[in-house]
DNA sequence: CTCGATGCAAATGCTTTGCAGAAAA
DNA sequence: TTTTCTGCAAAGCATTTGCATCGAG
């Protein structure tokens, strides 16, 4: 089990990367380097965790009040085509994007009751979905696990989920 | 798209059997059985696969013309809340919805060339998600694990993916 | 009779798009 | 100069909701 922090440092230095890497996708695909871009991209990288459209808005105001959410969004989806982010949807209703992970892959635990989103990996998980899919003949491009509960460890989580069950009860 | 496919048999007491536990739901809430919810529930549990609000509402509306969305989504919102539905959501924006099957649980492989949704069980899987969330100190209420791929049975879906591949290139 | 249910249309929330002006190349 | 980009507002989409009417209990 390989678990992962989201609350680590920023490193400059990957930031600085994934600035380059996006640079050159814009050129390669003959798009313009603008301002806003530059602002929007930047600004993401230096966020952690899984990011909505929303938030990242708040953070790129901050910089340039001017930018527009259209930009933002335009701008995410090049990020997404660039293969350095990942869009992920947790079922809230909105979408959450992600970029600097340690590890290329991983699954999320999702806790209901403080929206806690912590990231796991695991190798003999990965081996065994390949096996399944082998077995139905079928070729996985990418997978998706997502596992819903509570933090054991934090009394608050436990109180809440006490409180729904309760009032279940009740219904 | 598939919706109530006449060539494969449903099985009819099984139908009967949900029909009753909805009515028997219905009773338990309070709540009011309706020549609307009855025509629904029943072409609803007719249908086989992963339905869609739309596809379930062209059936209804062979049934009973005049019975509109609305109606439909109210409806499907209180086959989830019985717990005789289940919720799902693959990515393409639209809500799915599945009756019970045999097996309470189980897990969905998708194609992205041909659309095919599959299900599948293991039990090696289920025992090791539940053992990474106790060495995380997480309690899992449910999860969820889609597999998106291709078929590889499928000339069609293969030829596909290459054509995809061929246009990735030339970006 | 009463109160929940229905059907329509309007509203919602997230996301996308059309367009005129602005800014890269 | 040419073409893409931006910002705004309007449009889209799936879904939800307000409200007058309808109908089950």
Redesign the pocket.
């Known amino acids: 089990m390989v678990s992962i922090n989201p609350n680590s440092k920023v490193d400059e230095d990957l930031v600085k990367e994934k600035e380059a890497a996006f640079a050159e996708f814009?050129?390669r695909?003959?798009?313009?380097?603008?301002?806003?871009?530059?602002t929007?991209v930047s600004t993401f990288f230096r966020m952690k965790g899984h990011i909505?459209?929303?938030e990242l808005l708040v953070e790129v105001k901050k910089a340039?009040p001017?930018?527009?959410?259209?930009?933002?969004?335009?701008?995410?989806?090049?990020l997404v085509e660039s293969g350095l982010v990942e869009?992920r949807?947790f079922g809230?209703?909105?979408?959450?994007y992600e970029g600097h992970s340690a590890v290329e892959h991983h699954d999320h635990m999702i806790c209901l009751e403080c929206g806690m989103i912590s990231e796991f990996y695991n190798p003999r998980l990965e081996a065994l979905q390949e096996k399944l899919a082998e077995e139905n003949n079928f070729e996985i491009y990418r997978h998706r696990l997502e596992l819903y509960g509570a933090c054991k460890d934090k009394e608050a989580c436990q109180a809440r989920k006490k409180q729904k069950e309760a009032r279940a009860q009740g219904a």
Not at 66 to 78: D, K, P, S
Not at 92 to 96: I, K, P, S, W, Y
């Open positions: 814009i050129q695909r003959g798009l313009k380097t603008t301002r806003q871009r530059n929007i909505s459209v929303e340039n001017r930018i527009g959410y259209a930009t933002v969004y335009r701008t995410l989806h090049l869009e949807r809230d209703g909105l979408a959450r």
